[in-house]
């Protein structure tokens, strides 16, 4: 993939599916949550998966649905907790260091954008080590409102100065790359294999890596 690498200023890197393999967050909400609540509640299984659902629904593109507050009130459960159950899947996805790295050389300015509750994006830059490569780490939580939301994109730029004529962002979220083209961000890529363990998706509307190695050709020629 060609990116216009010396026009370029500032990269937005998101957390979850990007960076990181999502198959963690998956089998957290999917697999061990259902689980635990249905120990706690002394359901089934199956019932346990169906109220999950229900209520995974009414808080989707909210930013309730990524707070460790919210489900740990909604559930009676310690999230957090439950999360160090299964963190030994946080991983993080093929040429990623390589690439901040590379980042890093060229001079780019290099901040982390994501959704994800300071309590959990705590935990996994303790598991990966990620933080020495980032200029920033800026959740969604500090400004209020989810990266859907395209207003959420001047709000970023009152916290972090960035002209988003000169800007990368690269996310495996297609509603928050509306958004972000919404917001007047230049350059959005999409990551189309977010989960490891699942296949990889379309993404017809924005150029789509696999992984960070597909950048790297291009990124190397402007250091």
Request: with cysteine; proline share 5%; net charge negative.
């Amino acid at each position: 993939m060609q990116l216009p690498w010396g026009e370029l200023d500032c990269v937005l890197l998101d957390m979850d599916g990007t960076l990181l393999d999502l198959n963690f967050d998956n089998h957290f909400w999917q697999e061990h949550i259902p689980l635990r609540y249905a120990e706690a509640r002394d359901l089934s299984l199956d019932q346990a998966h169906a109220e999950m659902q229900e209520r995974y629904r009414g808080a989707a593109a909210t930013l309730a649905w990524y707070s460790v507050e919210f489900w740990q009130a909604e559930l009676d459960l310690d999230i957090m907790r439950l999360k160090e159950e299964v963190a030994h899947l946080i991983a993080v996805h093929p040429h990623v260091t390589d690439f901040l790295s590379a980042l890093r050389v060229a001079g780019k300015h290099i901040v982390l954008v994501t959704n994800a509750h300071q309590k959990s994006l705590a935990l996994k830059m303790q598991r990966t080590g990620l933080t020495v490569h980032f200029d920033a780490l800026i959740s969604a939580h500090e400004l209020g409102l989810p990266k859907e939301d395209p207003a959420f994109w001047d709000l970023l730029r009152g916290r972090i100065p960035f002209d988003p004529a000169r800007t990368l962002l690269v996310d495996d979220n297609m509603s928050v790359l509306d958004s972000a083209r919404a917001g007047g961000i230049a350059q959005l890529v999409a990551v189309t294999r977010p989960d490891t363990k699942r296949p990889q998706t379309a993404s017809a509307a924005y150029p789509g890596i696999v992984d960070f190695g597909e950048l790297l050709p291009g990124l190397s020629r402007t250091e």
